[in-house]
Structures are given as C-alpha cells and as structure tokens.
C-alpha cells in the first residue's frame, strides 16, 4: 500500500505560481513512478507530468510544458510541481498518483497508475 497526501494548492491570479507537493510512504519512495493528473469540473481527469524513479526523466503534457515542472526528492518521499504562469483553464483538482509496477518508463497513461491522492484544488482567477 502506498499513501499519497497533496499539500499546496489554493487561489492564486493569473501569470501567478504555485508550487504542490505530494508525500508519500509505505513503500521505498525511489522505487515508485510518479505522475500528476487534474480534473476541472464537468471534465475528466487528464495528466499533467510523470517522472520515472530516479527523477531525471520529467514527461509533460503540451499544455503545460514550459511553464510548469516536476520533480522529486527522494530522500523525503516527495514529488512536487512547480506551476508558473498560471492561466485560468488550469484551475482543477490536482491529483498525485504512484505507479508501482516493475516497469521505469515514464508514462502519462492513468491506466499505470495503482495509488491516487485525495487531490488539493488549485484556483486561477482571470
């Protein structure tokens, strides 16, 4: 079992930042696969970034490459998302998500993904 709890989000103007985190535990951080996902209301969940174990693969979605970052520490059990020129169309629900599998290739795909954090909202006012 793998627990995953986001922290960061919030209300924010556009062209503003926002950086979220996501601990996770009970199991070895480097082994897991780590992605973001979003969900804005009325639409369905789509990804954002993913990174492989050691962190020196980032994947992005078009839509955000470019303004917005991954990345993970490893010895604190934590993935983040630097979120910088924020547009109003990327107020969601954020979500993280662990991939636990043996595989290592970075993937956008939620169908890779075994654990899912409660989500934290973010708000980009116009």
């Known amino acids: 079992q793998v627990q995953l709890i986001e922290s960061g989000g919030g209300l924010v103007t556009a062209g503003g930042s926002l950086r979220l985190s996501c601990a996770a535990s009970?199991?070895?951080?480097?082994?897991?696969?780590m992605g973001w996902f979003r969900q804005a209301p009325g639409k369905g969940r789509e990804p954002v970034a993913a990174?492989?174990?050691?962190?020196?693969?980032?994947y992005y979605t078009v839509s955000v490459k470019g303004r917005f970052t991954i990345s993970r520490d490893n010895a604190k059990n934590t993935v983040y998302l630097q979120m910088n020129s924020l547009k109003p169309e990327d107020t969601a629900v954020y979500y993280c998500?662990?991939?636990?599998?043996?595989?290592?290739?970075?993937?956008?795909?939620?169908?890779?993904?075994?654990?899912w954090g409660q989500g934290t909202q973010v708000t980009v006012s116009s």
């Open positions: 998500a662990a991939a636990t599998t043996w595989s290592d290739a970075v993937t956008l795909s939620s169908n890779a993904y075994d654990y």
């Open positions: 009970g199991r070895t951080f480097s082994t897991i696969r």
């Open positions: 990174i492989n174990r050691s962190g020196d693969s980032p």
